[in-house]
């Protein structure tokens, strides 16, 4: 007989590697063919709903490590929330309007110029759809669920028409006004943006120090007496109309061989130093206040520029004498329209100097910077020129600089209900909690939001204007125009003139003639994605307002949680959400943001090829995510380690269980040893731990809580020494049955567990466990916690058994390495141990020999009496030698007992009973 055949082997059709990149396609078919998300949402839609409300990523181009990201940390969240108590929909949306859209066109040929706006918006959306069709697909196939089928996206007629009446019910309330005054403006886009849209970068700049002769001093100041002001902008200086001093700052008048200049008087010793006075002396001072209305020269032209107050002046930097131009700047446009100055703005939509800027008309205003300033030396009013780096506004979707630039705008009023803001962020729970003061500086601080954009691709500002120039924004306008865009999209607005798009016999007293011209800004993109709230939340049959949580990156505190919160504030007056939750940017295996030029790019689709969507989905689970994170090749190959591990585990327990039926053979935890009840109570906690870190969004705690679990709890332990148990034993022997009940309630619980992680593996997975009869894991609860009466006595009596078994394992080792031993099970261990250990060892049942897997075991005695050669520990010292007798053929137990049994000379009494009862004949 071969004694090989009577063992009872792990049997698994589960195979050992994973393959993911074959298998992962597979199962993403299967899910959409058995219609998984329905199924998911009929089987939970009675309980409460858990809203997670997905921030549209922008539809241009492929995704990355940023989207993956994203994407994958919500598909965890709504994974366990379906399987733990909540009807959780997940419907992902796309946000579609904008310039990049327009500038992808234009890189592919498309000539605007030569085209309708209307037959341009038309390109537009059939490329956007393009774009949402090849993310979709890319989303999918990191193992996302959701409703794929029915996304929202923004420029669908259902979700524009929702977006004019919330545009209208703002409007209604009085936040929506035109004005017109500095806003950011970016010649590259010929376009205002919004706070949202800028990004600071580096740029190289002129610093000028100018000086304007005083022409009425009021009896303050001589004549001839002049001002200095410091400005990194030269070309605004043709726009100057004033100089701004603070009241309450002291300015000295500096006379410097034979001239006289007026300067903050703190500012004294930085000045001269930078202008490189010798010999300036203070000849008067003069508080802020008294410089009112003092009227200077204006360096290049025959006109006046007034001397006026402003809060806004500082001695942080230049001279305490701020250059004010109302035109291009907001603090310059404030101080301008308390002193009744012209709004003067010398440049046009493309950055170029107009007319109103003798002399440099036709300069892009960049190009304009080194005449003004040779013309300023010409007059000699130029006092410094030199050049620095600072950190500039630049527009985030071109990279390039953008200038403050005053003209007509349409604007929603922050401060008419900012203080419902601040309350609404107060009463929102952020994740990180910093989220909450990172908010609430920006909406307390913010000025209006520009909401109007020079551009075609876009929802329009649904506004018409009577003859008389009065705008037209009505309950009856609104309502029109949005039904007109649910049932035609919003490209009729560009399609027909505005008489076709106001209602049937619509009059106004400022149109006698019954004549109306219509709008033709649009609204600014993040407009539209704000708006999500109403369109998509509140429209929607399957969704709520507020949602349970927003989810995107860290930027998006300027952006979409920002806006969101604007227009929720303004229509309902509450948030949109309860809570939300931000993450950081993915970065490099150094630390460096990734680009194409570094090479240091790492693809989402070029690691789900190689490895799988799954090593991915682990590696999102096991980093910090709130702060910034880490992803190279060498972190998704550590990753792949602990995937391997955890399959591994996986295939372990399938193995052992192929005779197992859960039905039959489960035994009760009362008939448990203590070593299995043990397992089951560590078990319970992974269980608890687990969820309470999904219910914390700690995903980070369950990627090393399972893992520690299957590799010190179960591989380094109770599997390790099972196999004794396992693969010896008959079949039916009660502790085979008892470890496999263990190794079953483990594998379902895991299989669980890691399912909103593990998507594609643990749907793999489930498919082999037996007696289970849910198509998929996705179909079933996590895991509930149990009460186990004796854990409080179990869990410190076998975890200090476990400190002593790795003692042991440790003196084990050492005999290995000196030779004494080979293999454990060639060894016998004599424990020399103090009271409290002898005690322990005397209060287990269970076979320590098997426990310890060796083949020979006694206590020989108090710590004092240990031999020479005796491992010494705290409480217990360990000697270890050659176990006395034969190797068992079968178990590999040496023992003086093998050959006992007359019928099988080469094994040892239990393998011989075993084989004579279940093996022979």
């Known amino acids: 007989m071969d004694y090989k055949d009577t063992l009872l082997m792990p049997k698994t059709e589960f195979p050992m590697r994973g393959n993911l990149p074959k298998r992962e396609p597979e199962m993403q078919a299967k899910w959409e063919s058995m219609g998984i998300y329905e199924k998911v949402q009929e089987r939970t839609k009675d309980r409460p709903l858990f809203v997670l409300h997905d921030g549209p990523p922008y539809a241009n181009g492929d995704i990355h490590m940023g989207h993956a990201l994203n994407k994958i940390l919500k598909d965890f969240i709504v994974r366990y929330k379906s399987m733990n108590g909540y009807n959780a929909p997940y419907v992902p949306g796309w946000d579609t309007h904008g310039l990049p859209i327009e500038q992808a066109l234009t890189k592919k040929g498309v000539k605007r110029k030569e085209m309708t706006i209307a037959e341009f918006r038309e390109r537009c959306e059939k490329y956007a759809y393009t774009q949402v069709e090849g993310q979709r697909e890319q989303f999918k196939q990191l193992g996302v669920r959701g409703d794929w089928d029915n996304p929202y996206i923004t420029l669908k007629p ?56 005083v022409t009425e001093g009021n009896g303050v100041l001589e004549e001839g007496t002049s001002f200095i002001i410091w400005t990194t902008t030269p070309w605004t200086i043709p726009a100057n109309l004033a100089i701004a001093v603070n009241k309450n700052l002291d300015y000295a008048v500096v006379s410097v061989e034979g001239k006289n200049y007026v300067i903050a008087q703190d500012l004294f010793e930085e000045v001269s130093e930078k202008l490189e006075w010798n010999n300036a002396e203070v000849v008067q001072t003069v508080k802020g206040a008294d410089l009112e209305s003092i009227m200077t020269k204006h360096p290049l032209y025959e006109r006046n520029s007034v001397v006026v107050l402003g809060d806004h002046v500082t001695t942080e930097s230049g001279t305490g004498c701020v250059h004010t131009a109302p035109g291009h700047g907001e603090d310059d446009f404030q101080v301008g329209q308390k002193y009744g100055l012209d709004v003067l703005c010398p440049v046009d939509e493309k950055g170029v100097m107009t007319s109103e800027a003798p002399g440099f008309e036709g300069l892009f205003y960049d190009k304009a910077n080194k005449p003004i300033t040779e013309k300023l030396q010409e007059n000699e009013s130029l006092l410094k020129l030199e050049f620095i780096t600072h950190s500039y506004p630049h527009d985030w979707r071109t990279k390039k600089p953008i200038i403050f630039r005053a003209t007509a705008q349409w604007f929603a009023s922050i401060n008419k209900f900012r203080d419902q803001l601040l309350t609404a962020v107060k009463e929102t729970k952020w994740v990180p909690t910093w989220g909450e003061t990172r908010l609430y500086n920006m909406v307390r601080d913010r000025g209006d939001w520009c909401i109007s954009r020079q551009r075609a691709w876009g929802v329009p ?99 979409w949680f920002n806006s969101s919160l604007t227009t929720s504030v303004a229509v309902t007056g509450k948030a949109p959400y309860k809570g939300v939750l931000s993450h950081g940017f993915a970065l490099d295996g150094e630390g460096r943001k990734m680009s194409k030029s570094l090479g240091n790019v790492v693809v989402p689709s070029k690691v789900m090829k190689q490895l799988g969507a ?9 980093v910090d995510y709130q702060a910034d994170v880490r992803v190279s090749d060498p972190i ?181 390495n000196a030779k004494v031993i080979g293999k454990s099970l060639t060894a016998k261990v004599t424990l020399f141990v103090s009271n409290e250990t002898k005690e322990l060892l005397e209060s287990i049942d269970e076979n320590i020999k098997q426990l310890f897997i060796i083949s020979a075991f006694e206590v020989g005695g108090p710590v004092e009496n240990a031999p020479e050669g005796a491992l010494q520990f705290e409480n217990v010292a360990i000697l270890v030698e050659k176990a006395d007798g034969e190797t068992c053929e079968r178990c590999w137990t040496v023992t003086p007992d093998v050959g006992r049994d007359g019928n099988h000379e080469t094994l040892c009494p239990r393998c011989a009973s075993v084989v004579e009862q279940h093996y022979v004949n």
């Open 158 to 213: 259902e979700y524009e028409a929702e977006q004019i009446k919330v545009f209208g019910e703002m409007a209604k309330k009085g936040y929506i006004y035109k004005g017109l005054k500095p806003v950011y403006w970016s010649p590259s886009s010929e376009s205002a943006l919004a706070e949202a849209e800028i990004e600071y970068q580096d740029k190289r700049s002129a610093s000028i120090y100018v000086s304007f002769a």
């Open 461 to 559: 500002i649904p506004v018409f204007y009577a003859e008389n120039g009065e705008a037209i924004i009505t309950d009856e306008t609104i309502q029109h125009v949005s039904e007109l865009f649910k049932a035609n999209g919003s490209n009729i607005w560009f399609s027909r003139e505005a008489k076709e798009l106001l209602p049937s016999g619509f009059t106004h007293p400022g149109s006698p003639n019954g004549h109306f011209t219509k709008e033709q800004d649009i609204m600014d993109v993040w407009f539209d994605s704000g708006s999500s709230h109403q369109a998509v939340l509140e429209a929607r049959g399957d969704l709520q307002r507020p949602a349970d949580l927003y989810l995107e990156g860290s930027d998006q505190y300027r952006g």
């Open 614 to 622: 799954d090593i991915l989905r682990l590696w999102v689970a096991s």
């Open 636 to 816: 998704l190959k550590q990753v792949a380690e602990v995937y391997r591990k955890i399959r591994n585990t996986y295939r372990f327990l399938l193995g052992n269980l192929a005779d197992f039926n859960p039905e039959q053979h489960k035994v009760d935890y009362d008939q448990l040893r203590e070593v299995d009840q043990f397992l089951l109570i560590r078990l319970n906690q992974v269980v608890s731990d687990v969820k309470k870190a999904y219910d914390e969004y700690d995903f980070a705690t369950i990627y090393n809580t399972v893992n520690n679990f299957c590799t010190l709890d179960l591989s380094s332990f109770y599997l390790d020494f099972a196999k004794d148990v396992l693969y010896i034993e008959a079949s039916d022997n009660v502790e085979r049955r008892a470890m496999q009940t263990v190794l079953y309630e483990s594998l379902v619980a895991l299989t669980k567990l890691m399912s909103p992680i593990l998507s594609h593996t643990s749907d793999e997975v489930w498919s082999f466990i037996p007696g289970v009869t849910e198509e998929s894991v996705q179909l079933t609860d996590m895991p509930e916690v149990k009460e186990y009466s004796n854990s409080s006595v179990i869990l410190p009596k076998w975890e200090a058994f476990l400190n002593l078994r790795d003692q042991v394992l440790k003196a084990l080792e050492e005999a290995r």
